[in-house]
T-cell receptor
Framework: GAGVSQSPSNKVTEKGKDVELRCDPI?????LYWYRQSLGQGLEFLIY????????KSGLPSDRFSAERTGGSVSTLTIQRTQQEDSAVYLC??????????FGPGTRLTVL | AQSVTQLDSQVPVFEEAPVELRCNYS??????LFWYVQYPNQGLQLLLK??????LVESINGFEAEFNKSQTSFHLRKPSVHISDTAEYFCAVSEQGRGYQKVTFGTGTKLQVIP
């Protein structure tokens, strides 16, 4: 595709439910990043993938958060047992290694 | 570790007036510097970046930023703003030599251009 796509664009869930957020990076981009944009916190780095491996997971806030990438392409961010403080916009970005990151439109997650 | 400070959360400015959005950073190593822009209801877009070489970098829509190592600043300027520049602007840094860009963002500055 022409750019990074993310789905769903909006997700409303109840506290305690699990959610999966999807990212489709730009074709050929081997690097993939997840960020979280929340009120009062700004943009926070969550995890970095190079191919299918994640050498930097340092930004994942708790063990309820996990992510995987398959085929060096699509990535899924999973949040288990969602809490209200997980409400945020989750952004995905992709790039060639070490190059400029291109961001997707984000998934707005609301936990009731 | 690095950090980015954008002291101004909102900057109102009249159309055709000049504007400066301030950014200061802290890092123990050399960094790359970026400005990203987020237009209403749109995703983040790279506006300009400093990697090396000339300390003054420009965007295609008239913005410029100057890397000042001694003051650890990377302020964004435009001599004459347009209504279409209304957006939120994020300053960001990443450490050199890491092999990938683990970007640290500032909290953003909302630029409101007043007709």
């Amino acid at each position: 595709g022409a750019g990074v796509s993310q789905s769903p664009s909006n997700k409303v869930t109840e506290k305690g439910k699990d959610v999966e957020l999807r990212c489709d990076p730009i074709s050929g981009h081997t690097a993939l990043y997840w960020y979280r944009q929340s009120l009062g916190q700004g943009l926070e780095f969550l995890i970095y993938f190079q191919g299918n491996s994640a050498p930097d997971k340092s930004g994942l806030p708790s063990d309820r958060f996990s992510a995987e990438r398959t085929g060096g392409s699509v990535s899924t961010l999973t949040i288990q047992r969602t809490q209200q403080e997980d409400s945020a916009v989750y952004l995905c970005a992709s790039s060639l290694v070490g190059d400029t990151q291109y961001f997707g439109p984000g998934t707005r997650l609301t936990v009731l | 570790a690095q950090s980015v400070t954008q002291l101004d959360s909102q900057v109102p400015v009249f159309e055709e007036a000049p504007v400066e959005l301030r950014c200061n950073y802290s890092s123990s190593v050399s960094v790359y510097l970026f400005w990203y822009v987020q237009y209403p209801n749109q995703g983040l877009q790279l506006l300009l970046k400093y990697l090396s070489g000339s300390t003054l970098v420009e965007s295609i829509n008239g913005f410029e930023a100057e890397f000042n190592k001694s003051q650890t600043s990377f302020h964004l300027r435009k001599p004459s703003v347009h209504i279409s520049d209304t957006a939120e602007y994020f300053c960001a840094v990443s450490e050199q030599g890491r092999g990938y860009q683990k970007v640290t963002f500032g909290t953003g500055t909302k630029l409101q251009v007043i007709p």
